[in-house]
């Protein structure tokens, strides 16, 4: 899918409720529509929204997406339950360091997605106007 193509997060706003988690929501589409291993309805979904061919709020009253959602809950709780302790620390360990690198990209994107764009009047941490490096008439 191209980027072009590609669902914006502004459009995920009537769902999310910021920037922030529409940042987020976008991010966790792309995984869903990308990870192999999920239920092929799963998948099928999220590739859906991101494209723009089903709203996103279609996509979340529509009940073969919500089943397969429901049912790799159930999957992820049954498997969760059957942990030995051992295994739950390691599972938590493994998130933890998931995290910091989900952290860092979202960082990422968000610095990407916040920087001044050249030439648009915009500006960034200190810059004025006119552009960086000038100084104010006076």
Do not use: C, N
Not at 43 to 52: D, G, I, K, N, T
Request: glycine share 8%; no cysteine; net charge negative.
């Amino acid at each position: 899918m191209t980027a072009q193509r590609e669902i914006q997060d502004e459009e995920l706003m009537g769902v999310a409720q910021d920037s922030e988690q529409a940042l987020r929501l976008h991010r966790s589409l792309r995984t869903i529509a990308d990870a192999t291993s999920l239920d092929p309805d799963l998948r099928e979904m999220a590739r859906s929204v991101l494209s723009r061919g089903v709203d996103i709020k279609d996509a979340f009253q529509d009940p073969r997406y919500t089943e397969a959602v429901f049912q790799r809950m159930h999957e992820i709780r049954r498997a969760a339950d059957e942990q030995t302790y051992e295994e739950q620390q390691q599972s938590k360990a493994r998130f933890a360091e998931w995290d910091a690198r989900q952290e860092a990209a979202l960082d990422r994107e968000r610095a990407e997605r916040d920087a001044p764009v050249h030439g648009s009047g915009r500006t960034g941490a200190g810059g004025a106007a006119g552009g960086p490096g000038r100084s104010p008439r006076r």
